[in-house]
C-alpha cells in the first residue's frame, strides 16, 4: 500500500494540468492513466482551445506538437445533396496566439503535455485502470486499481482528483451522478485520412500552419440531433461525425455510427475533399452533453470531478470543451493547494471548489447555453425542416429566368408562410437567444 | 478492400487500422436473461465497432470484445451491459487521433 498526497486519475487536459499546477507547487501528485501512454485512449474531433494553456505554458504553441492553427471556419449547412455555407476567413486569426484554437491529434500532443507535467515533478503512472475508491468512514481516502484482491493495487491519498472523461465510472461509484443517460452522452466517430500537406493546402485554400475547420449540420446526420466535421491536421484530415446516442434509439432501420461516417464521408460535397486518401486510423469516442441542468455533483469527501467526467462541455456552436477541462483541472489544484495547510479535503472544504467553478467561464458558459441541446431537440424543424427552406429560399431566388423578381419574391414569401408559422419560429429563436446561444 | 477513389473502407479495414493489444479475458458482460427479452437491441447498432451481433440461432447476444473502442456508448444505451476498462493498459492504442 503506498500513500501519496493527491491522486488524479487519467492523464487527459483536466487531469494533466491539475497535475502540473499541483507539482509546480511542490505536492507529491501521481497520476494514473489507463492508456499505454497518455493519449493512448485519447481522441476529439480535433480542435484545442489553448487560452488555459496558454495561460499554464505562455508560448507553449511554439514547441508543442500541434498541427496547424485554425485560420480558416467553414459553418455548413447540408441539404440534401447541396450545401449552404458560411466561409470565416479572418487576418485577425491568422496572427499568434491565433485566436488560441489549434488543430492536434491528441495521441500526441498529450504525451507532450504530460511530459511537461512530469518537468514539474509528477508521477504519471501508465497501463493504471483504476476500479474503485478506497473508503473510510464514507470518506474516500484512495483508489484501487486493475485488481482490487492484491494489497499492492491499492493507493491512498489525502485527496482524490477524477478526470476519468466521457465514460466516467468512477464519479457513479462515487455516487455523485446516476448512471449515464441515452440523452447525456454523444457518440462520435472519426477516420483520420492521409493526404499529404500538398493536396491538403490546396483542397481547403491554405498556406504554411494555417488549418481549417469544416462544421456540418442539418442532412451531415439526417433527422438527427448531431453533426459532421473535417479538420486539417498537417498531413491528414480528421473526418468525422457525432450523434446524440439517444436520437438512434428507438428509428426504424437505425444507422450505426460508422455507417453514418460513411453516408457523411459520400455526400457529394464532402467526397471531393476526402477522395483519394488513405485511412490511417479510425476511432471512436463519447461527449459529454449532460449540459448545465444535468450536472453531477462535483465534489464529495476527498474527491473532485474535473473535464469530461465532470460534464464540462457547452454543447454550443462554439464546442468549448478542452479549455474547461484545463480550467477546471487548474482550479482543482488551486482548491487543494488553498486547503493544503489544514489537509482538510472533506465536502464543507472542497465547496471552494464549485465556487470558482461558478465564478469562472466555465459555469457560466454553461449556464448560458443551458438550453441550447433541449431547444434543438425538441425543435426537430430547426435541424430539420428550416435547413430545406434555407436552401429553397436561396435557390428560387437567385434562379436565372425570365420570372420578374417581384414575382420570385412574392412566390417566396408565399412558401415561406405556409412552410413556417411566423410565431413558433419567433419564439424558436427568441429562446435561443436566451437561453441557447 | 479500399476503393480509391471514394475511399471507402468495411468496417473490419477500419478497425485493422486501431493498434491494440488484447487479453483473452472480456471486460464486458451482459445480463443474457435481459437479452432474450430485449425488443430494441440498440447494442447491435449504437456501437461504432459493431461488437455486438445478434446470434438468432442461439437466441443471444454474441461479443466480439476484441473489436472494441472503448467509447463506452453500449454501457450509456443499455443497462444489461457492464462495461469495465481493459486492465493492465491492454486494449486500444490510438497513434493518430
Known amino acids: 500500500m503506498t500513500k501519496c498526497e493527491v491522486v488524479i486519475v487519467g492523464a487527459g487536459p483536466a487531469g494533466i494540468a491539475c497535475g502540473y499546477v499541483l507539482a509546480e507547487a511542490g505536492v507529491d501528485v501521481i497520476i494514473l492513466e489507463r492508456g499505454q501512454y497518455p493519449g493512448a485512449k485519447n481522441m476529439f474531433g480535433g480542435i484545442f482551445f489553448a487560452d488555459q494553456m496558454n495561460k499554464l505554458i505562455p508560448e507553449f504553441y511554439t514547441e508543442a506538437p500541434v498541427e496547424r492553427f485554425v485560420a480558416k471556419k467553414h459553418y455548413a449547412l447540408l441539404i440534401n445533396d447541396s450545401e449552404v455555407s458560411l466561409n470565416i476567413d479572418s487576418e485577425e486569426h491568422k496572427k499568434p496566439p491565433y485566436n488560441h484554437s489549434y488543430i492536434v491529434r491528441r495521441s500526441v500532443f498529450d504525451k507532450w503535455f504530460a511530459e511537461k507535467a512530469k518537468a514539474q515533478g509528477a508521477t504519471i503512472i501508465c497501463g493504471t485502470a483504476v476500479t474503485d475508491f478506497v473508503w473510510r468512514d464514507r470518506r474516500i481516502i484512495g483508489v484501487t486499481a486493475d485488481t482490487a484482491d492484491d494489497d499492492d493495487n491499492v493507493l491512498l491519498a489525502d485527496v482524490v482528483v477524477c478526470a476519468e472523461g466521457a465514460n466516467s465510472m468512477l464519479s457513479e461509484k462515487a455516487g455523485l451522478r446516476n448512471r449515464l443517460s441515452m440523452r447525456a452522452r454523444c457518440i462520435s466517430v472519426k477516420e483520420v485520412i492521409e493526404l499529404g500537406k500538398d493536396v491538403i493546402d490546396e483542397r481547403f485554400g491554405l498556406t504554411a500552419r494555417e488549418g481549417a475547420a469544416y462544421e456540418y449540420f442539418a442532412d451531415a446526420t439526417p433527422g438527427m440531433l448531431g453533426d459532421g466535421f473535417i479538420y486539417t491536421n498537417m498531413e491528414t484530415l480528421s473526418v468525422g461525425v457525432g450523434v446524440v446516442i439517444s436520437e438512434l434509439y428507438g428509428r426504424r432501420n437505425p444507422p450505426s455510427p460508422n455507417q453514418l461516417l460513411d453516408r457523411f464521408k459520400n455526400h457529394p460535397c464532402i467526397r471531393p475533399l476526402v477522395k483519394g486518401g488513405k485511412t490511417l486510423e479510425y476511432s471512436a469516442h463519447m461527449i459529454p452533453m449532460d449540459g448545465f441542468r444535468n450536472l453531477p455533483r462535483f465534489y464529495t469527501d476527498g474527491l473532485m470531478l474535473v473535464g469530461d467526467a465532470a460534464g464540462f462541455v457547452n454543447n454550443s456552436i462554439c464546442h468549448e470543451g478542452v479549455n474547461m477541462a484545463m480550467a477546471s483541472g487548474i482550479m482543482a489544484a488551486e482548491t487543494i493547494l488553498a486547503n493544503r495547510q489544514e489537509r482538510r479535503y472533506d465536502a464543507r472544504a472542497l465547496r471552494q471548489y464549485e465556487h470558482r467553478l461558478k465564478n469562472s467561464f466555465v459555469l457560466q458558459n454553461m449556464k448560458n447555453s443551458r438550453d441550447f441541446i433541449d431547444i434543438l431537440r425538441t425543435h426537430k424543424e430547426l435541424l430539420n425542416n428550416y435547413p430545406h427552406l434555407v436552401q429553397d429560399v436561396i435557390t428560387s431566388y437567385f434562379k436565372v429566368s425570365d420570372v420578374p423578381k417581384s414575382t420570385v419574391k412574392r412566390d417566396i414569401s408565399r412558401m415561406l408562410r405556409s412552410r413556417v408559422s411566423v410565431v413558433k419560429a419567433a419564439r424558436t429563436v427568441m429562446a435561443l437567444m436566451r437561453g441557447g446561444i | ?97
Open chain 2, 1 to 97: 478492400m479500399a476503393t480509391e477513389e471514394t475511399n471507402q473502407l468495411s468496417l473490419d479495414d477500419k478497425l485493422f487500422t486501431v493498434r491494440r493489444k488484447t487479453l483473452n479475458q472480456s471486460h464486458i458482460t451482459l445480463d443474457e436473461r435481459l437479452c432474450s427479452e430485449c425488443l430494441n437491441r440498440i447494442c447491435t447498432y449504437v456501437c461504432p465497432a459493431e461488437v455486438y451481433v445478434w446470434d438468432e440461432a442461439a437466441k443471444k447476444i454474441d461479443v466480439r470484445y476484441e473489436n472494441c473502442l472503448e467509447c463506452g456508448a453500449c454501457r450509456v444505451a443499455c443497462e444489461a451491459i457492464e462495461w469495465a476498462n481493459p486492465a493492465w493498459g491492454t486494449g486500444i492504442a490510438y497513434k493518430n487521433s
